[in-house]
Antibody, heavy 118, light 107 residues
Framework: EVQLVESGGGLVQPGGSLRLSCVASGFSLSDHYMDWVRQAPGKGLEWVCRIRNKASGYITDYAASVKDRFTISRDDSANSLYLQMNSLRTEDTAVYYC?????????WGQGTLVTVSP | DIQMTQSPSSLSASVGDRITITCRASQGIGISLYWYQQKAGKAPKRLIYNAFSLQSGVPSRFSGSGSGTEFTLTISSLQPEDSATYYCLQHNSFPYTFGQGTKLEIK
């Protein structure tokens, strides 16, 4: 089955860190540009960051709200995408989705919930 | 950053109705626009790419139009399963930005 599966969400205190993972199955991530998108409870969608593929130099881009706190990375040999989140704030509470937004055949994971609370 | 202003924020319509949702970009984005449908507790599903191209498997009652700064999503004959929240997304430049969403209720 072709799918993306996120993991690593949970409850963390403000100022803490968390690492999200996204594993692809049924297809190879290596050629894809990959993104993280989040959705706070009851709110709209927010694009978080992107990492390009090897051919494009693994260049990354970030939303201003997470720049210098979050780091997107990938391990093509493990068919995986990661999001290292540091200095977490209560406003980072959201469901985090991994996705290949701009692919012709786009895929999204089911999301993983991150809750930042004292 | 490019701001995407989506309207209306909510909409109530009946089965068989034709409805239109609009997204306005704060600057020109060509046709670099997607439309998504999101149902409660689920990941978004892309309906339209490149402003007016129908994603494979999406019913033909969905259509998109526009370019530059004005875009519309039209559902020509509403079905009960169309009850969802709809979002536009510009992917012309970073940071990518979503519209605020339109919650569609079927009466």
């Amino acid at each position: 089955e072709v799918q993306l599966v996120e993991s690593g969400g949970g409850l963390v205190q403000p100022g803490g860190s968390l690492r999200l993972s996204c594993v692809a199955s049924g297809f190879s991530l290596s050629d894809h540009y990959m993104d993280w998108v989040r959705q706070a409870p009851g709110k709209g969608l927010e694009w978080v960051c992107r990492i390009r593929n090897k051919a494009s130099g693994y260049i990354t881009d970030y939303a201003a709200s997470v720049k210098d706190r979050f780091t997107i990375s990938r391990d093509d040999s493990a068919n995986s995408l990661y999001l290292q989140m540091n200095s977490l704030r209560t406003e980072d509470t959201a469901v985090y989705y991994c996705a290949d937004i701009t692919a012709q055949v786009t895929r999204w994971g089911q999301g993983t919930l991150v809750t930042v609370s004292p | 950053d490019i701001q995407m202003t989506q309207s209306p924020s909510s909409l109530s319509a009946s089965v068989g109705d034709r409805i239109t949702i609009t997204c306005r970009a704060s600057q020109g984005i060509g046709i670099s626009l997607y439309w998504y449908q999101q149902k409660a507790g689920k990941a978004p599903k892309r309906l339209i790419y490149n402003a007016f191209s129908l994603q494979s498997g999406v019913p033909s009652r969905f259509s998109g139009s526009g370019s530059g700064t004005e875009f519309t999503l039209t559902i020509s004959s509403l079905q009960p399963e169309d009850s969802a929240t709809y979002y536009c997304l510009q992917h012309n430049s970073f940071p990518y930005t979503f519209g605020q969403g339109t919650k569609l209720e079927i009466k």
